[in-house]
């Protein structure tokens, strides 16, 4: 198991079967890093064009279609001060008739403290002054190539992972991809130093970031959506328009996951979701929204296959 | 301010402009009891048919159009030790193409300890064991009288409260609900000992409570939706279809709710929920969903007009 | 079978349980009148107040919740000049970022002709000049009382029938409701002189009625949804958000009728709709948008039990 | 203004900048053929995989990005006697509780003959017997490359076209798609006999095609989705899920449309379209729906700038 330093000189504005950049192997750590939405870097230089650029891909040696790539996500953290967010919310995330009362965009900038963990809002003054929230850097895009040859803007998600903006992908957490072309072909970028729910205003505060990550080759597994956990919980991810099939998806792949990987038959997976699931509102801004399907971990000590 | 015990001797299937079960004054405390979404009591019997039948409805003295009811939540516990729970996902919660290999539907028993502060399955054996979760008492039906004579459902919900099936409706909460009729004549029902997100499975832990709740008149108000608060956060919350909607609903009410009462600017307000909300499913089993906008009181200290 | 003539003194603002205005035969004909959507009669007099006040509702003998109330529309023709409508598309149904875009509301007049079976916009001046369209009146809301005690708002619809805003409710059409309580309940009103698909602006070219129609009761029928059929089609009727799901609505209740009314097996009832099937957009704009399932008579001849 | 007879080698299974199989002038006219959805050909020999594989794409000099490619569809006609249909409603047509009454999935024959004009049931036997309906050949899957790179897959649709199976797409339109890429990149297959709408089993009486196709490029235009005109209507066509998303798409480029091509003030498009839209539906089962927005040409006359 190698331990391999990135440096990307070019990025990539889809997911799709692009020439990689490394190649590594099962068990590998990569450590490498990412510029933000805006294609600005370390430097905050504009280093390529905007629109979630990503990093990658990595070609993971022995990983083929119906194979899981598990992803552990060892370390995101912002590699310069600056940040920026948008301010007002999309006019889709409020009512039809409230839109035309939204004020006018404009990008704000935020200090980033990673000694002290914090984001302070800077510029410009408002009634909310020095606003300074606790920093809680996640990757907002990331995934795999998907199938058939299809290149998917970096803009939208789905099965294979891509723009999900949920606040929940940060250090710490393992995210289960399935693999749809050989080697996964895995990429990261969009890094937030700080982002609320549903990322309604279209950005996390956006940043660019160190990044390091592990990967593993699960063999024949049958994931449909990607899967993940952390310390605490299982979790499953649906990528889809409207929110109420984003949340289909990740419901029943937490159905098969609770069968799959718990040996629970159908009817005891589906009582103990009943009264136990949590959900998480990734985001309700890009093309397809993002909703997850939570479960503690401590309702399934003891039943793991 | 008075206290009122009041024992139900007849119940309802509507939120509306019903006849007073019994009128109250602003700050006025009621001590009653709540029966099962099934119509079943404390001692467990059928006393009135099935599908959240409410309590109430409560006239309170001052109340006209245009105000805001605040019920405070005072305590809300059961008061039998037999729950009731469905055990199969709705079929609109999974992928339509899993729709088929759903189980067959049954009702499971739960033992209620609120002593230990527990429900236990015990009924039937499943692969589950006798999974115990926590207590987390909560109502699933309340609300108002709607505006303009109507008589809503209590399988629904919408502006008037009703059927939203959130979690987060426990002890300690003060909810804000705009009144639409003289007196507002609120109604409770339906406890869950314990549910989901999502109320998935269309049920939580079904059982009878004893209630009590306070009451007060805030004059003038402009909510459109009901608002909540607890110790930690304040939350609005939206009711309706698809669940884009419903979120639609909460986030414009959040929108409003820092304009009124914290007196933010529209740019301030949509600033500081960009990177700080965060979304809770109430239900998404009813012909109405239920979202929640929530925001940390804590970023609100200072503020306050 | 009598033939009856009962001109309104009181108005319903929702679909429930209220007094009958008269009891009606199996087979009876009524003939009366309707208000247009702003409460406005037959010499333009504010007469009631705004928002699709109904006439009736009239109690059909013999009629008990199981049956099916079949409400043949025999005519329905403005009996003023004057009609009113408003101007621009709702923001629901428009790109959420170009709801900003949309022009200031105001409401319009034309000149109904019922000789020539025009309207006629003519105030405001606009490049449109004036614009003439043929007569085509048809009811946007009318339906039976719903189950359970409930009153639904003339604003919505849903099994009941209610403010559906199809344009496809013209004279000629026999529309079938389920009956939820004794006496069916029968309600009518909002006429529109035309109407696009949609109700898109909210309102159709909003005009007082002459109106008759002919009842009969067919028992024991397994109706859902309104149903109903013209001189080349017949249709089912769904009511729901979002639209998609009173697509499933109506869809179903097609499927249904296919082997109910004309004894396909499910296979035969799936493989004609699946290349036949025709779907028309009732309103998107009420609280439950209407879908309507459409299936010509012609592919049907031969088939009936 | 030149003639290509072009017989297809190889096809693609996304739109997308590949490489294209012919450089055409504005002005020319192509003969060509496609295969089915399943990927058979005129002698119905597989003759590559299955998904709506594509002919094309057709290199269009002149066209560049923020131009307008528009296609005249000058003949659509199937080149062999069988077609192929799918035979049960997507389980995301019907409601979710009706989904488990769904019968078996097959596929069917069809009997297409295009000198009759009609398509016949041959197998299996069914109470349908040899239903017969009229021929009504169009294209379920066609469009330009899209921005960015993005290579998407014949599945869904967008912006850029693609698989938006509308019953309207016959022999006689015109389409008008905006080009995101030097040379536009024209692509067509998924030919189907006869199609009902929304698609909602999944496919129409898929067949193999002979085409033939003319282009024109028109610099400088502001369309955003894909538009079209037939003899009696222009339209516009919407892609996304739900269909409340598509229709607000088309709804949007129509306004637009009006004011675009006809010089309407904006006020006066939505007036207009109030009273005098018409929706069709496209499909209904593919990852995005498609609306489309239509208007009589008629109420134009004498409009256009």
Not at 124 to 141: E, F, H, N, Q, Y
Not at 152 to 169: P, Q
Request: some cysteine; glycine content about 10%.
């Amino acid at each position: 198991m190698s331990t391999h330093h990135f440096e990307p000189t070019h990025y990539h504005m889809t997911l799709g079967s692009h020439e990689p950049v490394l190649h590594i192997a099962d068990g590998d750590t990569v450590i490498t890093t990412t510029v933000d939405a805006f294609g600005k870097d370390a430097r905050d230089q504009q280093v390529t064009e905007r629109g979630n650029p990503q990093t990658g891909p990595f070609f993971v040696a022995g990983a083929e279609p119906g194979d899981v790539l598990a992803v552990h996500l060892d370390r995101l953290m912002p590699n310069r001060r600056i940040g920026y967010s948008a301010t007002v919310v999309a006019p889709s995330v409020v009512d039809p008739e409230y839109v035309a009362e939204l004020p006018k965009k404009e990008m704000v900038e935020w200090q980033v403290d990673t000694v002290q963990r914090t984001a302070t809002l800077i510029k410009p003054d408002s009634r909310l002054g020095k606003l300074t929230v606790p920093l809680a850097p996640m990757l907002g895009c990331f995934g795999v190539a998907p199938a058939r040859g299809q290149a998917i803007s970096t803009a939208t998600s789905g099965e294979h992972g891509g723009n999900m903006d949920y606040r929940g992908f940060v250090a710490g957490v393992t995210v289960y991809f399935p693999v749809f072309v050989p080697g996964a072909l895995f990429f990261l970028g969009d890094g937030h130093a700080v982002q609320g729910d549903g990322e309604i205003v279209g950005t996390g505060i956006e940043i660019s970031f160190d990044a390091q990550f592990t990967v593993h080759v699960l063999k024949n597994r049958t994931n449909r959506w990607p899967r993940g956990e952390n310390e605490d919980d299982v979790f499953t991810v649906g990528n889809a328009r409207p929110l109420d099939q984003a949340l289909q998806h990740a419901t029943t792949e937490m159905l098969r996951l609770l069968q799959d990987d718990y040996g629970l038959d159908s009817l005891s997976a589906n009582l103990l979701i009943g009264q136990c699931v949590r959900y998480e509102v990734g985001n309700v801004f890009d093309p397809a929204y993002t909703m997850v399907c939570k479960l503690s971990k401590r309702l399934l000590e003891g039943l793991r296959r």
